[in-house]
């Protein structure tokens, strides 16, 4: 059973940048699919970035060009750099693991994944 604490968030000006970052504990995440997904009130969550234990990456048009998902295995923490902040990114961002799939999906589906923390907030002025 894994346990994801993110970090990181905090309100920053549009244009600017934050690196989220996502600890686990009780296994480790170099083995299998990662994830970050973002969620706004009264919206579905919906899929940021995923990384797979090749280091291959997928992003959502939206983020495209302007964030970076990466790993630390050594350090069993995920990250995800964002930059040129829009208004349009604020929201709660969620990291979330997927055991037993070294490589993730095409798209980034909620079900996939079994493993949630409990969201870093980002707001972007």
């Known amino acids: 059973h894994v346990q994801l604490v993110e970090s990181g968030g905090g309100s920053v000006q549009a244009g600017g940048s934050l690196r989220l970052s996502c600890v686990a504990s009780g296994d480790t995440i170099g083995r299998y699919c990662m994830g970050w997904f973002r969620q706004i009130p009264g919206k579905e969550r919906e899929g940021v970035a995923s990384i797979s234990i090749d280091g291959s990456t997928r992003y959502a048009d939206s983020v495209k060009g302007r964030s970076t998902i990466s790993r630390d295995n050594a350090k069993n923490t995920l990250y995800l750099q964002m930059n040129s902040l829009d208004p349009e990114d604020t929201a709660m961002y969620y990291c979330?693991?997927?055991?037993?799939?070294?490589?993730?999906?095409?798209?980034?589906?909620?079900?996939?994944?079994?493993?949630w923390g409990q969201g870093t907030q980002v707001t972007v002025s």
């Open positions: 979330a693991a997927k055991p037993g799939y070294p490589y993730c999906s095409s798209v980034l589906r909620l079900d996939d994944f079994g493993y």
